[in-house]
């Protein structure tokens, strides 16, 4: 990765924290911090993406502005964060989403719609589209046929999940460590992932908009993160039933498939509204305010996956199941297009950096200058 102004602050407060060590017990970037002397680009990267951003260390801060050193650790290591993930997009011409990327994701979910709702009322009777088509198997496929959602789900699905993969290997390229990866750090780095350890901060949770601590948003963000596992799980079960059993949709209200949606829906529901809502209310100062279009664009676009599908489920019986359906299958389809060039890489990357961390566990700090 260049240099960029980016990358110089943040080398320059890295270099105040190896100094300073005040904050080594706050989260894994501090440790990380102290093994080095010196922070290439790539290792800024790294750290970058290792920050939850829980902003325990400006508040702890004594250098934070208005402090002539102006020491802000979660803005700084943000926005080196959001310069990688343009930096590793892939296909590179497309990167450019990055830009403006509340805008865009906005822009591709408005199409996404508008291109399903129009192909299904184009390709369906009247009657048909806005019919009451009860809960006989199938129904769902008399609106959109299975073969259209499969070929579509699959290559924009496939499309993302290459996309996500190349950019992977391009943060790993630079960010990676060069040591062996082992199975121990592995199940370490897995387990960081699944409890977002990072988001405790120091142990008592994140400050949100002052010094006080709170594990609101590792709650939400968990809500969040298992809704959407569990909404994950309830489609492959669904193509499970299909595929191998037999057994087309839609199913029952006490089937798999409908009650692991409805949980993780509901969950997921809870988690980006929450999120949202504490957006609003957080202080500005150790954070990057051009960002926050994107994050908010996300969020609104799986709340309303989300609530699309909940939607669907409670009117899926009514003549108001092809409508339904059309906008949920849209906000899908936007979803899996955008899903490479939006806030969701984070994911990816910072469970790298984790897993570089995993590595790095045993090492011992070098001393202080
Ligand atoms: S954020 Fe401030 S208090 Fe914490 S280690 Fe860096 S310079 Fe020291
Ligand atoms: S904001 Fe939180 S996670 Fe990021 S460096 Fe500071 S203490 Fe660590």
């Known amino acids: 990765m260049q240099e960029t102004d980016a990358i110089a602050n943040a080398r320059r407060e890295m270099e105040v924290c190896n100094a300073c060590r005040y904050c080594e017990g706050f989260c894994a970037v501090f440790p990380a911090v102290e093994l080095r002397r010196e922070f290439s680009a790539g290792d800024l990267i790294y750290l970058a993406n290792l920050c939850h951003g829980c902003r325990g260390c400006y508040y702890a801060c004594q250098y934070a502005p208005p402090h002539e050193w102006g020491i802000n650790v979660p803005r700084a290591l943000a926005e080196v964060r959001a310069e990688s993930y343009a930096e590793y997009a892939w296909p590179k011409p497309l990167a450019s989403m990055f830009d403006r990327n509340g805008t865009v994701v906005s822009l591709v979910a408005a199409l996404g719609i508008a291109v399903?709702?129009?192909?299904?009322?184009?390709?369906?009777?009247?009657?048909?589209?806005?019919?009451?088509?009860?809960?006989?198997?199938?129904?769902?496929?008399?609106?959109?046929?299975?073969?259209?959602?499969?070929?579509?789900?699959?290559?924009?699905?496939?499309?993302?999940?290459?996309?996500?993969?190349?950019?992977?290997?391009?943060?790993?390229?630079?960010?990676?460590?060069?040591e062996k990866i082992g199975p121990v750090a592995i199940a370490i780095a897995v387990w960081d992932v699944l409890t977002l350890k990072n988001l405790g901060g120091g142990g008592n949770g994140c400050n949100d908009n002052s010094e006080a601590f709170s594990m609101r948003r590792r709650y939400l963000h968990h809500a969040m993160f298992y809704g959407f596992l569990l909404c994950f799980a309830?489609?492959?079960?669904?193509?499970?039933?299909?595929?191998?059993?037999?057994?087309?949709?839609?199913?029952?209200?006490?089937?798999?498939?409908?009650?692991?949606?409805?949980?993780?829906?509901?969950?997921?529901?809870?988690?980006?509204?929450?999120?949202?809502?504490?957006?609003?209310?957080?202080d500005p100062e150790p954070s990057v305010r051009r960002l926050l279009g994107g994050d908010v664009a996300m969020l609104a676009m799986l709340a309303m996956i989300a609530l699309t599908g909940l939607v669907l489920l409670a009117v899926r019986a009514t003549g108001a199941m092809g409508l339904a359906m059309a906008v949920h299958l849209g906000f899908i389809l936007a979803f899996f297009l955008v899903l490479p060039y939006s806030k969701m890489v984070h994911g990816v990357y910072r469970s790298a950096a984790l897993l570089r961390r995993a590595v790095e566990r045993n090492m011992k700090p070098l001393g202080g200058e």
């Not at 259209?148 to 460590?177: C, E, H, K, S, Y």
């Open 116 to 178: 399903v709702l129009f192909l299904s009322i184009l390709a369906n009777q009247r009657a048909n589209f806005f019919g009451a088509h009860g809960t006989e198997p199938n129904s769902f496929y008399d609106i959109v046929p299975l073969w259209a959602m499969q070929i579509v789900g699959i290559a924009t699905f496939g499309f993302a999940l290459v996309a996500l993969g190349m950019g992977a290997r391009n943060f790993w390229r630079d960010a990676g460590p060069g």
């Open 234 to 282: 309830a489609t492959t079960t669904g193509f499970i039933y299909h595929t191998f059993l037999g057994w087309p949709a839609p199913y029952g209200v006490l089937s798999a498939p409908v009650l692991l949606g409805t949980i993780g829906g509901l969950s997921m529901l809870v988690g980006t509204v929450g999120l949202f809502a504490m957006k609003l209310v957080d």
